[in-house]
């Protein structure tokens, strides 16, 4: 979901809380679905993934969809060799399966998508085209976008680094078994920017959500959230 030369610290985001900063005032949220795979290792950056996921978890309105890694043939032009190489499959089929399965069984009236994957484009096409009634905003992440995307939606808006910087889980989630879900040191704020302030945020970036990016629904509607990975 976030670009990879964005600081590591945004990776320990609550995305239910990003959610709250977009949508409006009187729009109510359903629920957040948080789309993602897992290797099958004990690396530290799957480790890492583990502790995220697991904290997102604790998260009332967030429910995580996992798709799965299948290993693939690489060729490598310069040693002149194959490699296996792990590629993450699935995530797009998943929010497809979602977005339509939540359409047809009536449970939103608004989607936010949280992607910046032409790949989505035809799943929200169809939808327009399918239900008259139901409406898909796609939320661009910093440094990422989709004309097509743009083109098919019902609106979009872009999120900046001050928004995300603002919807940080907390550095320990007890667990409701005992013992906490601890932040992983290397996602920690401190380790980023060791000379500042912990209790201060580096933000150079700032960003205002416009106010006009859709028109207020009809007060109790209901609006799902979909967020890949």
Not at 33 to 47: G, H, I, M, Q, W
Not at 199 to 213: E, G, H, I, M
């Amino acid at each position: 979901m976030l670009d990879a030369k964005l600081p590591r610290w945004y990776l320990w985001l609550d995305v239910c809380k990003l959610i709250t900063q977009i949508k409006k005032i009187n729009q109510e949220i359903v629920v957040v679905k948080y789309f993602t795979a897992l290797r099958d290792n004990e690396e530290p950056s799957t480790v890492r993934k583990k502790t995220y996921i697991e904290a997102l978890e604790t998260l009332e309105l967030c429910e995580v969809i996992k798709g799965k890694y299948k290993n693939e043939d690489f060729f490598c032009q310069r040693c002149r060799r194959n490699y296996k190489v792990p590629k993450e499959k699935m995530t797009d089929v998943n929010i497809a399966i979602e977005l339509i399965n939540d359409a047809f069984k009536d449970k939103f009236d608004q989607a936010i998508l949280l992607s910046g994957d032409s790949d989505l484009t035809p799943v929200v096409e169809m939808l327009r085209e399918e239900f008259d009634d139901k409406r898909i905003i796609v939320v661009f992440p910093p440094a990422r976008t989709s004309d097509d995307l743009k083109e098919v939606a019902n609106g979009f808006l872009r999120i900046g680094r001050a928004n995300i910087s603002q919807s940080d889980l907390p550095n320990r989630i007890r667990r409701d078994t005992g013992g906490y879900i601890v932040r992983p040191p290397e996602w920690s704020k401190i380790t980023q920017y060791p000379l500042l302030n912990p209790l201060q945020v580096y933000n150079p970036y700032t960003f205002n959500l416009s106010d006009t990016w859709l028109s207020p629904p009809h007060r109790g509607r209901r609006h799902r959230y979909h967020l890949p990975p």
